[in-house]
């Protein structure tokens, strides 16, 4: 039985994510990001609690902007030292049944002939729990080492990332029929060469003539997450995304956006509703009221006011140390703020922040979602939350792991199982991540329902 | 204690690999490639029977030589379908202690900012036990679909590995300083960036002026392995490889080429007697030798012609079905298969070979060394293998898995420890996997040794 609430575990393989300075906190173990055993243990943390799946973001630049240096984040541990995700999954997969796994991939610096052959032996290694998180890779930082004077501007990072998913659709679905591999030894036949087709490739910035390297998996395309805010970020979302991660902190905001995208998503010819939309959250919780509140006061005399100035100022591209803490916005630059507020709209774009607010109101919670309490106060907020916004779950994120992790499988989760609206402990049975999302029998994409079934013979 | 004889598992994550038709042996499980279980429980194996390192061969494109086709390789299984060994390892290294983990990467393919990372991070999860086989990928069907309209030249593809090691080695080693990262939580510095580099290369093929991504592994670079056989590829190894992989079915030829590439590594001012040599080996070995002949034989009757000349094809380049089974190879194209014949020294060039011979000499053991035989008398072959050759040991292909590496590790392995040539079952003590090579202490590069150990501070 699938989740009625779609739980997901926002994460990054480095120290300082989505907040920063919880890593002080005397319990954190963030700092032990790049060993096995740490990551293991928070799958299986996850398994155990009827999670959906870990969600792995993902960048591969230094956080530069704040200070026009790196060395912030360098000292903050600000997304930096950091390391590769996408090597952690199959060490997951070997210790879990029915995690999935959404993990980031670029489609501006990869190629699309590797990617397909990259997340089809993820597909196949997991027994199809493997989900794309599609980003199209905004830092400067991570385009100046990668073969590029500067960052190509965001509306063609977006044409290249449609056409890079058209390739990697058809390698997908388009190359090896299902019945082409018999592996028949009494005949000597393991496939069956008229059922594999060259997929012929001829674009404007892709040229792809060949065969997929892989038999087809379980899922085939994985599924497409995906979180661009921009305006063509959503119609991106509208035409390709079977998930999509936003980022709000009140749920009138994210119903804006979840209307948005499923009209979008209408109007492209595809079933809006059937779009999986998670909202970010952080989640303090604890056998009472206080006693959560007692929690997050501690959590929060560990934040680290410059890390999240690093941060923030890499987010914004705007060097926000280039006024005092106390002056207000207008001090930075302030067309280019009031965008970013509207996006991130725990700060009222009506009223006039400080530096220090600004900082200070994404404390702990990102700019996402903050529940705090009893696991009966936390999953009345986030039911109250779904009902509102229209999403379908929360991508949960723990700035002190493994403690809120813990926390939320060990105290919440029994709670939101006693609702009915996580499955039981013991409903074992694996399914793949599509099917977890969209129920039984939807292992792969359907016609009508996404592009990448058109490709499909 | 590090092994006398070194012993490392020759794979690729596809059916059919070193040669072909063997899947079709009713316990052959090659098939199986595509799962997580299969590849565990042979990396357990291998730890229980000592082995150093589990090497994967990659390659992205389909054989498509023979008669002009991509069919004999999808019909008989050679090396299509296929998966990227590379996102196995972390599982593998889960369930394991110390087996070592050599693993392809692409120099023309891949960008070196992005290399760095991976081998870095999988040098992190699997606490040093990782080595990067340097190609620079030979197959025009490869590099049609990766963006170019042909294959660029060979000594090309070799000036950009050049280059392109030079900036890898400036990321694992010159940008972060041993005691860059100090994870102080009282004071509050992560990383002291003071000690954090950024690396500034830009040459004629690659520009990064950043900064690593990673924090130092245990190895930093690591463990170099290369398989090159042209001329150029063997100066590149003499300037760059750790580890050198031959193949060869004599050791007298083995020999003149052990001698080749430790002169010129002594020429370029290494120690060309650091440099390991491991040769290609297929063993089948039973507890007598009457019983391996009879296990050799059943084996050799699931041998497939056509698959193995769609493999020499792919790998001579030229179409050996242009001419008839019972031809000699003067009917295809002299000059080339010359060369080649030298270099797979199974076929004395000296020979009229026909078309069918040249096929059937590959069968089973390949081009490289095959033993057959009791414990006694295979561990007999190999140490008068490695006294003539000079060599270090064997990179051991499995053309019928699991049944030839099993049989190594239960009835082969037991005799090489009692001659003291691979070390106790009990000796568990979790080595790098350069220490397992080169000794203890020798878990990173040494100025003077290798050209990396240059740009470390």
Known sequence: ??????????????????????????EAQSDRYNTLEYWIDHAKTLERGGFDFLFFADVVGALD???????????????????????????????TKRLGFAVTGSTTYEKPYLLARTYATLDHLTRGRIGFNVVTSALESAAINLGYDRQIPHDERYEIAEEFLE??????????????VVRDRANNVFTDPGKVHAIEHKGPRFSVPGIALTEPSLQRTPVIFQAGISSRGRR??????????????SPVASARQVRDIRQLADEAGRRGADI?????????????????????????????????????????GIDLSAAGLDDTLEHVETDSIRGMLEIYTKLDPDRTWTIREVAEANALGGAGALFVGSPATVADAMEQWLATSGADGFNIADPVPPLLSRDVVDLLVPELRRRGLVEPADDAEPLTLRERLLGEGHARTRAGEHPSASYRR
Chains 1, 2 share one sequence.
């Open 167 to 180: 390739v990697v659709y058809k390698l997908w679905e388009g190359s090896w029929e299902d019945d082409a």
């Open 236 to 249: 991106f979302a509208a035409d390709h995304a079977e998930a999509v991660f936003l980022v709000n902190d």
């Open 65 to 95: 902007v704040y200070q026009g240096s790196r060395d912030p984040s360098l000292s903050g541990a600000v997304e930096l030292p950091m390391a590769d995700p996408m090597l952690l999954i199959s060490a997951l997969a070997s210790h």
């Open 1 to 26: 039985m699938p989740n009625k609430i779609l739980l997901g575990s926002l994460r990054q393989m480095t120290t300082g994510h989505t907040t920063q300075g919880f890593w002080r906190h005397p």
């Open 276 to 316: 999986k939309i998670l909202s970010m959250a952080t989640i303090v919780v604890a056998q009472t009221d206080e006693a959560a509140l007692a929690k997050e006061s501690d959590y929060r005399s560990y934040f680290d006011i410059d890390g999240q100035l690093a941060q923030l100022s890499a987010l914004f």
